[in-house]
């Protein structure tokens, strides 16, 4: 998985999955809230979402939520994965800046 | 009513899963697989959509863990052997498994090589992996599984002067440059785009 922790990009992947995370939510909840985000334009396969859930939860920028005592486990940014999240922020602002000075306003 | 088929489809996972989408589509859903057995009850026609995906090379704790992720989305998962063999208690090493190989065993994946996951018809499309960087590995576990496979034929042929390990290294070789010319139109395509 890409990351920007040395200065690269997050895939849109990466990053949606970040913002739903500024709340609770388990796997189905991820799913729905990116689609609605994007109006269906980003829909991610459950495999898809697995393998980043877990590779975000080795780097430490998501956590499990909870006592995970119920079945569905939801999950949670951290503090880290909040840092990341505004890097990529400014790294996007930045980009939009540039392509607004050469394309104008869409 | 139930509907019992027996049917065996080895590497075929394409042709296992439209086999199963069109059961589906004419209004049976899979409750029960066994080795050969695939047990049908009747459902609204196109109500469910399958998929399978190769898991042979996942530990036994990360199926597990894969499985109940699957399941807390809303999906049904059923296990489905990729070959025959009716022995019992027998170890295999998996070289082209996680890292550096691993052993499987009745109790791991070992006949339990795949996964036919159900999901119920919302008109949305249904696909397990969606970004190249993720299609990319799993295209890559498939591979590297019928290299080996290709690597073992190989050298049986050449120990035992065999034409019959060459027959069924050069059969191996067709999954391989399929999922290798799979490989290279992902990474093509990963240049520009995630997904």
């Keep these: 998985m890409r990351d920007n922790g040395k200065g690269g990009a997050l895939t ?4 949606y999955i970040l913002l739903s995370l500024y709340t609770p939510r388990h796997g189905y ?13 980003l829909s991610l396969g459950a495999g898809t979402l697995y393998g980043a859930l877990n590779a975000l939860q080795k780097k430490g920028w998501i956590a499990f939520h909870g006592d995970n005592e119920g079945r569905k486990k939801e999950y949670l940014i951290t503090k880290a994965g909040k840092e990341i999240a505004k890097k990529e922020l400014l790294r996007l602002q930045e980009l939009i800046q540039v392509a607004t000075e050469i394309i104008g306003e869409g | 009513m139930s509907k019992k088929y027996h049917r065996f489809y080895d590497g075929l996972l394409s042709v296992q899963e439209n ?22 009850e009747e459902c609204a026609p196109g109500q469910f959509e399958y998929r399978i995906e190769f898991i042979g090379h996942k530990s036994k704790e990360d199926v597990i863990d ?9 999906y049904k998962v059923f296990f489905k052997n990729i070959n025959l063999n009716y022995s019992i208690g027998k170890l295999r090493y998996r070289p082209w498994a996680e890292k550096g190989g691993r052993i499987a065993t009745n109790s791991t994946t070992f006949d339990r090589e795949l996964l036919i996951v159900e999901k119920k018809n919302d008109g949305k499309e249904f696909e397990l992996h969606t970004s190249y960087e993720d299609k990319l590995k799993y295209c890559k576990s498939l591979r ?30 067709i999954p391989i440059i399929a999922y290798q ?15």
Excluded: P
Excluded at chain 1, 12 to 15: D, I, L, N, S, W
């Design chain 1, 12 to 15: 849109e992947v990466t990053f």
């Design chain 1, 29 to 41: 909840a991820i799913m729905q809230f990116i689609e609605e985000k994007t109006a269906g334009r």
């Design chain 2, 181 to 195: 010319s799979e490989i290279i139109k992902i990474r093509h395509n990963a240049k520009i785009r995630e997904w």
């Design chain 2, 19 to 40: 086999w199963l989408n069109k059961m589906a589509k004419k209004g049976y859903r899979l409750v029960r697989t066994g080795k050969l057995l695939y047990e049908f």
């Design chain 2, 144 to 173: 590297n599984a019928w290299l080996c496979f290709f690597l073992l034929f190989a050298i049986l042929g050449c120990v035992q002067r065999s034409i019959v390990w060459g027959i069924g290294g050069l059969l191996v070789l």
């Design chain 2, 66 to 74: 894969y499985c109940n992720f699957l399941e807390d989305l809303g």
